[in-house]
């Protein structure tokens, strides 16, 4: 900008416009250079006929769509299509990817990561209306690298400052079960498999409910838990000879992927269920199993808010009585104020080798992380008073430096290293 008003050729200041058939020209006074010439002053600072506009400075270019924003935006429309998801959802996939695209750290970037856009701006979308979409679908249609996908997905939800919510695990438990081919019998499923949809989804919605009410869900990765609920489900639906069927074989006949995780989750649910099964008189009778107690779930699931309420304990509500406790029997005759206390817990409480005195510490409802720590707990950073002014002796700072002799060795052993790559590489 300093240099508006000079000549380009001999860098004289005398510039001078000059109207030639009615088109305003600057003309260099001292060399007749023609600076610029049918001026374009459409654009920003440029109506002081000093500069001509370069095309690419001009307003022209950020409204142009490059070819691989059009590739791109085409891709999303696309991939709405395959996703048969609601017309809308197109709409606001492609104005996601339009904006991300006027990000310069989004538009320079390697192809594959603007493929990777394409499926973060439908991501979003559907996240944001509750379309159970999973990352591991969108990766599977667009070949994509998980990792490439997950850390472009994280930029574009900072940069655009999106607000995603979680992934609805009701909505995903619908598209999951009905992806099942377990809804009528066919060549490849028995009879005595083939279940209801309708059933199985509204038992599964209530099993996931339970595994997130009793953290079996925070931090983990939705689909497993959805996969064993839905075998537990399918299971308890009809025990006659479905008890026998193991979880792989079921997600082999419901023609859907055995996750991993799957296994453990269903543990912990059958764990879970358990617990509540010894808060019931009648069941705890027939003790039963981790293969038994699948029978009762749907006994289990109608009393389910009221059976983890018995069956687990918030450590905030165990700690508080903890205090009280103590605090009662410091104070007062603490004996007539636990002997109601008991009764009551006594009467809602059914008998059994649970109930004592003080119940026998029913387990804390907690993170199975917690309960099973498999981490070493964190260690703690030994306690230092070091000001950073202290003394350094030069005893301490020599034994950083190499004695004469070390110097020596170090050069005789390079010495022979060197030698011994001449002698074997070809010459
Ligand atoms: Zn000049």
């Known amino acids: ?214 953290w079996l869900v925070t931090g983990r990765q939705p689909v497993p838990v959805v996969t064993a609920a839905a075998y537990l489900a399918w299971q308890s639906l009809r025990p006659g000879g479905r008890l026998t069927c193991p979880l792989a074989r079921f997600c082999q006949l419901a023609g859907v992927d055995l996750p991993h995780p799957a296994y453990l989750r269903l543990q912990e649910l059958l764990a879970v269920l358990l617990r509540m099964a010894g808060q019931l008189a009648w069941l705890r009778l027939l003790s039963p199993d981790k293969r038994t107690v699948v029978k009762h779930i749907g006994d289990l699931l109608q009393h389910r808010y009221l059976l983890i309420r018995r069956a687990f304990r918030e450590r905030a509500e165990r700690d508080e009585e903890g205090d009280e406790e103590q605090e009662e029997r410091e104070g007062e005759g603490a004996e007539e104020e636990r002997q109601p206390r008991d009764e009551e817990k006594g009467s809602d409480r059914p008998p059994g080798p649970q109930q004592g005195k003080r119940p026998a510490s029913p387990p804390l409802l907690l993170p199975p992380c917690l309960l099973r720590p498999q981490k070493r707990p964190r260690p703690r950073s030994p306690e230092t008073h070091i000001t950073g002014y202290e003394d350094i002796s030069d005893s301490e700072l020599e034994q950083y430096l190499r004695t004469h002799e070390e110097v020596k060795a170090f050069q005789k052993a390079q010495a022979a290293s060197q030698k011994a790559v001449g002698t074997s590489a070809p010459s």
């Open 1 to 214: 900008m300093a240099d508006r008003g000079r000549c380009p050729q001999c860098g004289s200041r005398e510039l001078v416009e000059d109207a030639h058939y009615a088109q305003s020209q600057l003309v260099c006074a001292h060399c007749a250079c023609v600076l610029s010439e049918g001026l374009l002053t459409t654009t920003f600072a440029d109506e002081e006929h000093l500069r001509e506009v370069t095309y690419s400075r001009s307003t022209g270019e950020s409204e142009q769509v490059s070819r691989s924003q059009l590739r791109g935006l085409r891709r999303v429309k696309d991939l709405c299509r395959v996703l048969q998801l609601p017309a809308t959802f197109e709409d606001t996939a492609v104005s996601y990817y339009r904006r991300a695209f006027q990000l310069p750290a989004l538009r320079a970037t390697r192809i594959q990561k603007k493929e990777v856009l394409v499926g973060c701006c439908v991501l979003v979308t559907c996240r944001q209306h509750n379309w159970p979409l999973t990352m591991g679908t969108v990766c599977t249609l667009l070949y994509a690298d998980l990792e490439l996908f997950s850390a472009t997905y994280l930029q574009v939800v900072k940069l655009l400052g999106l607000d995603v919510p979680a992934l609805s695990l009701a909505d995903l438990v619908k598209t999951y079960c009905s992806s099942f081919k377990l809804s009528q019998a066919s060549p490849s499923v028995p009879a005595k498999f083939a279940e209801d949809r309708e059933k199985l989804v509204s038992r599964t919605v209530q099993l996931v409910e339970l595994a997130g009410d009793t």
